[in-house]
């Protein structure tokens, strides 16, 4: 009966929310601004324009296409490393691993970028990054001790799908908790100050962005973690 | 004790890659050295008192130093002055190596990479596989002169000797 009764509550928390934030979309009529206007005139209307009314993909494959073209450029230069290092990973034995180079380079590599993704989530209301970002980082640790060592590498040294689940579950039950706390104090869903303090001490917290922003790093990296897990191979004991 | 050495890096590279050192760095970095110190220590370090000794982080850094400067400079000339005059020879050579420290080794390797001219495409327990770019000699023992001598001496003072 109880957990019904929450299940209930959580649902109507849900959509009155829902209800706040979509009510804009419903009451009033959106402007257009002078920049909208440039991009619909230069896209969709205009003499010299492509004629496509999905003005977002005449945007970036046309004005901004210099700049797609590059994005696609990065991402096959991320891609060409990823295979580059899961080229051994077909049919792998037990003993087939990489040689020593590779394995104590993987090792301090994976050090080095532990301790960059860390930074990155705990500066994310001071520099750009944050916790996605972080989280992001962290994750590709674990990959590549599952790339260079093996998927029970990572298990062995307690990092397993369980444990895993349960820090993201913790990363997702503090952004859930900061998110409704303001509600609690009669302030608004989210909302950040004064619910929160900018500074503890004199120290730059930036209120509820900080813990956002390492909640979204434990959930984050835990969460794609899993994802690599589950996708990886064991190792085939040989005979 | 393991993991003191593996904090003191940890702890100094947050603060490089952050870029300052507000007492609100202090802290957080604090926090990810105990946490990287705790994950990795049992991985990365074997011997925590060769780790703290100072003589070897110094001989490390005057070796990072000559490497950039001298023996880089050096390994450019060389490969410079074969494409000119197209004297090349490559091919992919054994050569002993005799560091057995972890570290020692993947320094050596990675010394052999990074200087123009020369490739450690493998290595086992005692050979390491070089792809070089003007194979000039038969000898074993003179290709490890000519290769990796300097390197391996310098692994050795950093990281310790053969048998340690």
């Given at each position: 009966?109880?957990?019904?009764?929450?299940?209930?509550?959580?649902?109507?928390?849900?959509?009155?929310?829902?209800?706040?934030?979509?009510?804009?979309?419903?009451?009033?009529?959106?402007?257009?601004?002078?920049?909208?206007?440039?991009?619909?005139?230069?896209?969709?209307?205009?003499?010299?324009?492509?004629?496509?009314?999905?003005?977002?993909?005449?945007?970036?494959?046309?004005?901004?296409?210099?700049?797609?073209?590059?994005?696609?450029?990065?991402?096959?230069?991320?891609?060409?490393?990823?295979?580059?290092?899961?080229?051994?990973?077909?049919?792998?034995?037990?003993?087939?691993?990489?040689?020593?180079?590779?394995?104590?380079?993987?090792?301090?590599?994976?050090?080095?970028?532990?301790?960059?993704?860390?930074?990155?989530?705990?500066?994310?209301?001071?520099?750009?990054?944050?916790?996605?970002?972080?989280?992001?980082?962290?994750?590709?640790?674990s990959?590549?001790?599952i790339?260079?060592?093996?998927k029970?590498?990572l298990e062995?040294?307690g990092i397993t799908k369980d444990r895993a689940l349960a820090i993201r579950?913790?990363?997702?039950?503090?952004?859930?908790?900061?998110?409704?706390?303001?509600?609690?104090?009669?302030?608004?869903?989210?909302?950040?100050?004064?619910?929160?303090?900018?500074?503890?001490?004199?120290?730059?917290?930036?209120?509820?962005?900080?813990?956002?922003?390492?909640?979204?790093?434990?959930?984050?990296?835990a969460g794609f973690t899993i994802i690599f897990l589950l996708l990886s191979?064991p190792?085939?004991?040989?005979? | 004790?393991?993991?003191?050495?593996?904090?003191?890096?940890?702890?100094?590279?947050?603060?490089?890659?952050?870029?300052?050192?507000?007492?609100?760095?202090?802290?957080?970095?604090?926090?990810?050295?105990?946490?990287?110190?705790?994950?990795?220590?049992?991985?990365?370090?074997?011997?925590?008192?060769?780790?703290?000794?100072?003589?070897?982080?110094?001989?490390?850094?005057?070796?990072?130093?000559?490497?950039?400067?001298?023996?880089?400079?050096?390994?450019?000339?060389?490969?410079?002055?074969?494409?000119?005059?197209?004297?090349?020879?490559?091919?992919?050579?054994?050569?002993?190596?005799?560091?057995?420290?972890?570290?020692?080794?993947?320094?050596?390797?990675?010394?052999?990479?990074?200087?123009?001219?020369?490739?450690?495409?493998?290595?086992?327990?005692?050979?390491?596989?070089?792809?070089?770019?003007?194979?000039?000699?038969?000898?074993?023992?003179?290709?490890?002169?000519?290769?990796?001598?300097?390197?391996?001496?310098?692994?050795?003072?950093?990281?310790?000797?053969?048998?340690?």
């Open positions: 009966m109880r957990a019904r009764l929450a299940g209930m509550l959580m649902l109507g928390m849900i959509i009155i929310c829902l209800a706040y934030f979509l009510r804009s979309l419903f009451t009033s009529t959106p402007e257009i601004s002078s920049l909208g206007k440039f991009y619909l005139q230069n896209s969709y209307l205009g003499e010299r324009s492509a004629g496509s009314p999905e003005v977002v993909t005449s945007i970036l494959w046309d004005y901004r296409g210099l700049d797609t073209y590059f994005e696609t450029a990065v991402l096959f230069l991320a891609i060409i490393s990823a295979v580059s290092v899961f080229r051994n990973m077909e049919h792998r034995e037990v003993g087939d691993g990489f040689t020593g180079i590779t394995k104590t380079g993987i090792k301090l590599v994976a050090f080095v970028t532990f301790v960059t993704s860390a930074s990155v989530a705990f500066h994310g209301h001071l520099t750009p990054g944050g916790g996605f970002q972080g989280g992001s980082i962290l994750a590709a640790v990959l590549l001790v790339a260079g060592f093996s029970g590498a062995g040294n579950t913790l990363g997702l039950a503090i952004i859930t908790a900061v998110a409704f706390y303001p509600l609690l104090e009669g302030f608004n869903f989210m909302q950040n100050l004064p619910v929160y303090p900018v500074r503890i001490r004199g120290l730059l917290i930036s209120g509820s962005l900080l813990l956002y922003n390492v909640a979204e790093f434990l959930a984050v990296g191979l190792e085939v004991r040989r005979e | 004790m393991r993991e003191l050495p593996v904090f003191i890096v940890a702890f100094v590279l947050y603060i490089v890659v952050t870029g300052s050192m507000t007492l609100y760095d202090i802290i957080t970095g604090v926090i990810t050295g105990v946490t990287a110190a705790l994950l990795f220590s049992k991985h990365l370090i074997k011997n925590p008192k060769k780790a703290l000794n100072p003589c070897r982080w110094l001989s490390f850094l005057i070796y990072f130093i000559k490497y950039v400067t001298v023996i880089e400079l050096r390994a450019h000339l060389d490969v410079m002055k074969r494409i000119i005059t197209k004297e090349t020879r490559p091919g992919i050579v054994k050569v002993p190596i005799t560091v057995r420290d972890e570290y020692g080794r993947f320094l050596v390797a990675n010394s052999i990479t990074n200087t123009p001219g020369t490739v450690t495409v493998y290595m086992d327990d005692e050979y390491a596989y070089v792809n070089w770019i003007s194979v000039e000699t038969d000898d074993m023992e003179e290709r490890r002169r000519k290769i990796l001598e300097e390197f391996e001496k310098n692994a050795i003072k950093i990281f310790g000797g053969a048998d340690e």
